[in-house]
């Protein structure tokens, strides 16, 4: 069965990445990695424009929201847009729009595993790691506040200060997976997760991931989410390009008048 075609929306696409993100990742002139890999491509094939935003990898949401905010005023100075954002990135978009300014110019946002209401696994590295990372980090020269924002307490208060801004569509994406499909370096994040909130992506449950006025569940880890390959689900003949899912995001926009 063909997939459907792609609408062409009245506005970008700007797409945000999520905690130690980029949007691509380049040496000698060749691009080696995108955050989205084949996402903007399936979106512009159907003849809209993408944009894929790059901000602190390591920072707090208050700062990955002013760098995005940047980002957007350079590449797309006026004019309204829709914002797709990864894990991180969602909390980042949504802070953008309630506090920066920006709430004339977003039409919608659709946060894709982004841990609303907190994760687990980040409560359960603050308490173990924090004392020996956030030194560490400090001496390198890198922020280190991703994390400390993503913990269930902070998201609770995030929650209280970010209301979602009338006029302004809010969707989600969550993503859910087996044990089957975790490699090693899930397991422990998403048996944390399993004990204190169900059924999860690895690091984000279904749970904190569903947020505004429609929530679609996909079958997939975390990462899985934004189309990189799941090397369990290859072995097992059962992958698929989850880059034409997108299509189903527009679609919905474009049913909502966009």
């Not at 709430?103 to 841990?115: A, C, I, N, Q």
């Not at 020269?141 to 209301?163: I, K, S, Y």
């Not at 569903?210 to 569940?217: F, I, L, R």
Request: contains cysteine; positive net charge.
């Amino acid at each position: 069965m063909s997939e459907l075609p792609i609408p062409v929306l009245n506005a970008p696409i700007i797409l945000a990445h999520g905690l130690c993100g980029f949007d691509r990742i380049s040496a000698c002139g060749q691009n080696l990695k995108d955050y989205f890999p084949g996402i903007r491509e399936q979106l512009e094939a159907g003849g809209n424009r993408v944009l894929v935003a790059r901000v602190s990898p390591t920072a707090g949401v208050v700062r990955r929201a002013a760098d995005l905010k940047r980002f957007i005023e350079r590449e797309l100075p006026a004019g309204p847009f829709h914002l797709i954002g990864h894990s991180m990135g969602g909390l980042d978009s949504r802070y953008m729009t309630a506090k920066l300014g920006m709430e004339s110019r977003v039409l919608s946002l659709t946060s894709v595993g982004t841990p609303h209401r907190g994760t687990s696994f980040a409560d359960w590295g603050v308490r173990r790691l924090s004392r020996f990372l956030s030194p560490l980090l400090r001496l390198c020269g890198f922020p280190h506040e991703g994390v400390f924002d993503l913990t269930t307490e902070a998201c609770q208060r995030f929650n209280e200060d970010v209301p979602d801004v009338p006029g302004v569509r809010y969707y989600s994406v969550a993503g859910q997976c087996d044990r089957a499909m975790l490699g090693p370096e899930w397991l422990l994040p998403y048996r944390v997760v399993a004990r204190a909130e169900g059924a999860n992506d690895g690091v984000v449950s279904v749970t904190s991931a569903a947020w505004g006025e429609h929530c679609d569940v996909w079958a997939g880890d975390h990462l899985n989410l934004v189309n990189w390959p799941n090397r369990y689900a290859i072995r097992r003949g059962e992958w698929s390009n989850l880059a034409p899912d997108y299509g189903r995001i527009v679609r919905r926009l474009a049913q909502a008048g966009f």
